[in-house]
């Protein structure tokens, strides 16, 4: 038995949630294109849950279902206070997104409908999480959820306390539209294992979360800005670049797993970051990022992935660098959880084997003799 490092080409699991067929992405086979220009988060959502598009009268109670569920516990946002100076978004939102288990009756309920129920849940209530941790860092008081407004728009609503611009509403809706699934990637995956062992949805979310976390997955969005900022200007740019590629240094939101010849999501990403750069009058983050993809591309061949424009996106809306992790996870929740109940309804153990390559016949050696 030899190991496939990083399980490359390996198929772990049949879905029928979204598939990435010769680089066209589809979410229960519509192509992202369609969903990205067409359809809301909202309906996004049921679409993964379910497996088709709502008609009305299910996307009004799907609204009223997240309207309902979109406070979270008191205990969870005191417990959030208690959180030390300095810990990290995606840290707080892995720790209060575990808490929500212990504040919720059916946590350990294993029936489809309740399961169902707590994937809609936790989809109300991460956003409210991740605005509530960004206020109550700077000594503000969290702002309760609004009803009958979308995801999108409550999210920057309890972020800022103000009614948030149109535009803002659709960039957002549009960007947690292409984050929301995206086949068996390292957090989907981390979710399908640990739900695999007949834990519950809560747990498969957390470890989810703590997957998300790292730059070579979601926390890359956040490393792009990081990276932006470093580079400071355009004129910067292409000696900043030539120097990371010399020292082999990676540049985030380039390069992917699965896709080779470009992300289908980025062109939507870079489309609307010329949009709002334009609409704030501050191309430079645009111009900067086209700059880093022609010298990055034309040197290595590697393309934007969905990472790469969205930070400069997150950034012309004005949302703190540290949150465009938790606003990935916002979104992919949908995703994790539709997995989550897509593994419960036909599960087995997920248990791989390793190949052993470490010393054979070793003996113990008592203490005195070491
Ligand atoms: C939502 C998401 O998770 S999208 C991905 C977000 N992550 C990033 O943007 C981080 C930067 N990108 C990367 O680290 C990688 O491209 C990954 C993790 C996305 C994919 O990794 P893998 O499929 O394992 O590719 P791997 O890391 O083995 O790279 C293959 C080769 O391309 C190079 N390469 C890949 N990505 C990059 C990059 N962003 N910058 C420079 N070189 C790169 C590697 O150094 C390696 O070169 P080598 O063969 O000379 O050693
Ligand atoms: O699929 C992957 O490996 C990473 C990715 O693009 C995503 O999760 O959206």
């Known amino acids: 038995m030899t190991a496939t490092k990083g399980l490359e080409g390996i198929v772990a699991a049949a879905s029928s949630i979204s598939s990435i067929i010769d680089g066209v992405l589809t979410y229960r086979g519509i192509n992202i294109d369609d969903l990205a220009e067409n359809a809301s988060f909202e309906e996004v959502a049921y679409l993964l849950w379910y497996g088709k598009l709502p008609n009305r009268s299910e996307l009004d109670e799907l609204q009223k279902q997240l309207d309902q569920y979109a ?24 720790t209060a997104v575990s808490s929500l288990a212990l504040y919720d009756e059916s946590a350990n309920d294993m029936s489809p409908e309740a399961n169902q129920l707590k994937a809609i849940k936790l989809q109300a209530q991460l956003p409210t999480v991740v605005a509530a941790f960004a206020r109550i860092r700077e000594g503000k008081e969290p702002v309760a959820p609004k009803k009958g407004v979308s995801i999108a728009y409550n999210f920057l609503y309890m972020l800022t306390g103000k009614e948030p611009a149109e535009v ?16 068996l990637n390292a957090s989907t995956f981390a979710a399908r294992v640990t739900v695999a062992t007949l834990s519950d949805i809560y747990s498969g979310v957390t470890s989810a979360i703590g997957a998300l976390k790292g730059p070579l997955h979601g926390g890359a969005n ?6 932006l900022e470093e580079i400071g200007t355009s004129a910067n740019v292409e000696s ?11 540049i985030m939101g380039f390069g992917h797993r699965v896709y080779k010849n470009g992300d289908p999501r980025a062109k939507h990403l870079q489309k609307m970051s010329r949009e709002l750069g334009k609409l704030t009058g501050n191309m430079e983050l645009y111009e900067m990022s086209v700059k880093i993809e022609e010298l990055v591309t034309g040197q290595k061949g ?35 959880s539709a997995h989550i109940l897509e593994q419960y309804q036909d599960n087995r153990l997920i248990r791989p084997r390793a190949d052993y390559v470490g010393p054979v016949g070793a003996k113990y050696i008592p203490i005195e003799q070491r």
């Open 71 to 94: 406070e979270v516990p008191k205990e969870v946002i005191e417990g959030i206070k208690l959180y030390p100076k300095g810990t990290s978004s995606m840290a707080a939102l892995r």
């Open 222 to 227: 956040e490393a792009v800005m990081v990276m």
């Open 240 to 250: 900043y670049i030539n120097n990371a590629l010399a020292n082999k240094v990676k």
């Open 302 to 336: 590697l393309k934007p992935n969905v990472d790469f424009y969205s930070a400069s996106v997150y950034t012309a809306l004005e949302i703190p660098r540290d949150l465009f992790t938790p606003i990935f996870a916002i979104s992919r929740v949908s995703g994790w």
């Open 168 to 183: 803002a509403v659709k960039a957002l809706d549009q960007a947690l539209v292409l984050h929301a699934d995206h086949e």
